[in-house]
Nanobody
Framework: QVQLVESGGGLVQPGGSLTLSCAAS????????MGWYRQAPGKQRELVAT???????NYADSVKGRFTISRDNAKNTVYLQMSSLKPEDTAGYYC?????????WGQGTQVTVSS
């Protein structure tokens, strides 16, 4: 059974930092492309950042220079380091694992940026 479990969300002030983690089980983690997506109330889910099995990264323009995605294949975990957070970063953040037609999602973790 595949499980993706996100953690690290919470309430943070504008300009602050937060690191999200996503622990995977039930898959051969190192061969999967991993990603972080987010969904704000009333909006569609959007891509935040992805990292391929080979380590190549891609970011949404809105987070470039502020967010960093990384992975630790020994721990079956993908991270999202977020800095200079803005109120518009407030959303549910979801971890994603993809390999061909196999796509898996976590349950999400809430990030709220507010003073």
């Amino acid at each position: 059974q595949v499980q993706l479990v996100e953690s690290g969300g919470g309430l943070v002030q504008p300009g602050g930092s937060l690191t999200l983690s996503c622990a995977a089980s039930g898959i051969i983690f190192k061969i999967y492309d991993m990603g972080w997506y987010r969904q704000a109330p009333g909006k569609q889910r959007e891509l935040v950042a992805t990292i391929t099995s080979g380590g190549s990264t891609n970011y949404a323009d809105s987070v470039k220079g502020r967010f960093t995605i990384s992975r630790d294949n020994a721990k079956n975990t993908v991270y999202l380091q977020m800095s200079s957070l803005k109120p518009e970063d407030t959303a549910g953040y979801y971890c994603n694992a993809e390999l061909g037609r196999g796509i898996y999602w976590g349950q999400g973790t809430q990030v709220t940026v507010s003073s």
